[in-house]
């Protein structure tokens, strides 16, 4: 069965530091998802992507975040200046339509 | 009131059992729901989707009572390992767009105990 993958599993980081979340969508899915979980909170959507551009973007999506699809495959989530508060889970969603998103197994990103 | 609202539990029942969450949601203008299954730091794993009244997978039913805006989940004889958060998850479509942002509650832990 197809499935979404991301890397890192596990990133730890300075505040400040940039850091990039890579995720690797279904082969046929067109649109692509992220979505952030702080330990011990719900799962919140940060950013949809389709065509090679941001369709909506939540306020948590600030300009410290950007997303790109720079090779085709690939789908980043850049944050170029981490917080502490930007420790969380954070997970890739991909799609075909406006059905069921399959989840990759998340990046957990903890900021010291 | 919130977008999506459940009780976060935890409901402890013993294998066997019958067990049911209710989660209600504030836009009525909502058509398909879902509830989404999370293992503790794993990610969200489709479990049901809900778009008319109800949807029936084995052990597992999903109602929807739309005048209330409310759906639930039943899990009729709990197995050890259906201890895990379940989310109940409502999409919400911008407008002629083929993409959904999905709004998750808060999660219902359940355990299950021998």
């Known amino acids: ?112 | 009131r919130k977008e999506v609202e459940q009780d976060p539990g935890p409901f402890n029942v013993p294998e066997g059992a019958t067990v049911a969450f209710n989660c209600t949601y504030s836009n009525s203008a909502s058509q398909s729901f879902f509830w989404y299954r999370q293992d503790c730091r794993k990610e969200p794993k489709l479990l049901m989707s809900v778009y008319s009244s109800g949807n029936e997978d084995g052990r597992f039913t999903a109602q929807l009572n739309r005048a209330s805006q409310y759906i639930s989940l039943l899990i009729r004889d709990s197995k050890l390992s259906d201890s895990a958060t379940y989310l109940c998850v409502v999409p919400r479509h911008p407008m002629n767009t083929g993409f959904q942002k999905l709004v998750f509650g808060t999660g219902t832990r359940l355990l299950v105990s021998p």
């Open chain 1, 1 to 112: 069965e197809p499935e979404v993958t991301q890397t890192p599993s596990h990133q730890v980081t300075q505040m400040g530091q940039e850091v990039i979340l890579r995720c690797v969508p279904i082969s046929n899915h067109l649109y692509f998802y992220w979505y952030r979980q702080i330990l011990g909170q719900k799962v919140e959507f940060l950013v949809s992507f389709y065509n090679n551009e941001i369709s909506e973007k939540s306020e948590i999506f600030d300009d410290q975040f950007s997303v790109e699809r720079p090779d085709g495959s690939n789908f980043t989530l850049k944050i170029r200046s981490t917080k502490l508060e930007d420790s969380a889970m954070y997970f890739c969603a991909t799609t075909s339509g406006p059905n069921e998103q399959f989840f990759g197994p998340g990046t957990r990103l903890t900021v010291l």
